[in-house]
């Protein structure tokens, strides 16, 4: 099996791209909605995160209040590093074991959807390929605008925010450009799909797991034969 890493931007289409690989049968990991879940009410990360940032990020419904802590760590690289390192571990853990899930089932590749892939890059080594679904700022602007009925001076902070969808393009070693219409973006997808499923990139790890089985049954074997003599 091998792993492919797709990221964008905001609103460069992102979920488009991934409805439609979906559409084709891959196995594809919402690092999104880990993320979300490893926060939920009572969790060992809800947990620290309220002994760190205080009861002011909880809702009235115990929920964590994403909006609060999103605006704390917009303007604190310190409490941003803080979060993440009582994030990333439980997400990262949660990644690797519906990784191993779907290599049990016989994927061939998994496709992980990674909002952060080329800003944090320490995911990137993971990744036999990385993916990135790219959209010209200014269709992305309008998209953007269009989308969340955000004015454009606001969406321009927020675009801001992030690291330019154009300086992404030389970390990804494929590029499906969402800056025409569906019908484009799905020709691409369609193409990409096409050479992940001609791809022999999943056959080191699954010779690699046969031959450990292989390994584990003589063992067992030889055991069981000095038991029984
Ligand atoms: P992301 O997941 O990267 O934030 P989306 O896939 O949600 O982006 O796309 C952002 C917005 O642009 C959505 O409203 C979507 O319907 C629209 N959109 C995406 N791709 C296209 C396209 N090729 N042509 C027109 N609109 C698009």
Known sequence: MFLVGLSGGIASGKSTVVSILRELGCAVIDADVIAREVVQRGTPAYNQI???????VVL???????GKLGSIIFSSPEKRA???????????????????????????????????????RTLMRYMKLTVLVYCDPQTQEERLIRRS??????????????LPITSKVPLADHVI??????????????????????????????????ATAAGIMALMWNLARRLWQ
């Not at 309220?50 to 002011?56: K, V």
């Not at 009925?149 to 992030?162: P, T």
């Open 149 to 162: 009925g955000l004015s454009r001076e606001e969406v321009r902070k927020r675009l801001a925010a992030q």
């Open 177 to 210: 450009d969402n800056s025409g219409d569906r019908d484009s973006t799905r020709r691409q997808v369609l193409q990409l799909h096409a050479s992940l499923e001609s791809s022999r990139g999943y056959l080191p790890t699954r010779i690699a797991a046969v």
């Open 82 to 120: 803080l979060l993440n390192s009582i994030t990333h571990p439980p997400i990262h853990r949660a990644m690797l074991k519906q990784t191993l899930w779907h290599f049990l089932l016989g994927y061939r590749y998994v496709i992980l959807d990674i909002p952060l892939l080329f800003e944090t």
């Open 60 to 66: 009235e419904s115990g929920e964590l209040d994403r």
């Open 50 to 56: 309220i002994s760190h940032f205080g009861e002011d």
